[in-house]
């Protein structure tokens, strides 16, 4: 089993920028690739970025690329998301996701999920 607690979501106007964090805890999570979703009120859980477990490889979504920036540190089990010039439309839950066996921009490619942390870009 692996544990994942999302944190460093808040409130920030358009512009600005966040950092999201993500502690793992369990069996061999630094083994994982691991990820970030995002979800809006009524839309599907969207991808945002991937990144392998050794950090050599990474992924993101067309409405975020150039904009965020997703890294981890295995010596600390911390999956990061750095978010600048956030938009209105980033606004939603953003989930960190744990050892995929298939597309990484797939939800359904990932067995562990955290609990979220909410962002809400304000214009």
């Known amino acids: 089993q692996v544990q994942l607690v999302e944190s460093g979501g808040g409130l920030v106007q358009a512009g600005g920028s966040l950092r999201l964090s993500c502690a793992a805890s369990?069996?061999?999570?630094?083994?994982?690739?691991m990820a970030w979703f995002r979800q809006a009120p009524g839309k599907e859980r969207e991808f945002a970025a991937a990144?392998?477990?050794?950090?050599?490889?990474?992924a993101y979504g067309f409405s975020v690329k150039g904009r965020f920036t997703i890294s981890r540190d295995n010596t600390r089990n911390t999956l990061y998301l750095q978010m600048n010039n956030l938009k209105p439309e980033d606004t939603a839950i953003y989930y960190c996701?744990?050892?995929?066996?298939?597309?990484?921009?797939?939800?359904?490619?990932?067995?562990?999920w955290g609990q979220g942390t909410q962002v809400t870009v304000s214009s």
């Open positions: 996701a744990a050892h995929n066996s298939g597309a990484w921009s797939s939800p359904s490619s990932f067995r562990y």
């Open positions: 990144i392998s477990w050794d950090g050599g490889s990474t």
């Open positions: 369990g069996r061999t999570s630094s083994a994982y690739s």
